[in-house]
Nanobody
């Protein structure tokens, strides 16, 4: 069993920054192969960023150069640093643990002036 708890969402102006955290507990083993996804109103959930084996990372084209995924194995926590935020980044952001197919409850990010 793996439990994931996201935090760090909120309201930010365009061009601003936020850092999301995903704290994992349970039979996590490793924070590798964890993702951040997002779902905007009326849209399908989409993959935003992944941390893969040996800590390598992968990003959706829409966030490359603006978002950074990282992890802390000692804290079983994955982060998503989001810079230069745009209104189209507004969504509920979820973390996902591939090994256990577990989702967090999500955290709302709203980018608006």
């Amino acid at each position: 069993q793996v439990q994931l708890v996201e935090s760090g969402g909120g309201l930010v102006q365009p061009g601003g920054s936020l850092r999301l955290s995903c704290a994992a507990s349970g039979s996590i083993f490793t924070i590798n192969f964890m993702d951040w996804h997002r779902q905007a109103p009326g849209k399908q959930r989409e993959l935003v960023a992944s941390i893969l084996s040996s800590g390598s990372t992968k990003y959706a084209d829409s966030v490359k150069g603006r978002f950074t995924i990282s992890g802390d194995n000692a804290k079983n926590t994955v982060y998503l640093q989001m810079n230069s935020l745009k209104p189209e980044d507004t969504a509920v952001y979820y973390c996902y643990h591939r090994r256990s197919a577990s989702w967090g409850q999500g955290t709302q990010v709203t980018v608006s002036s």
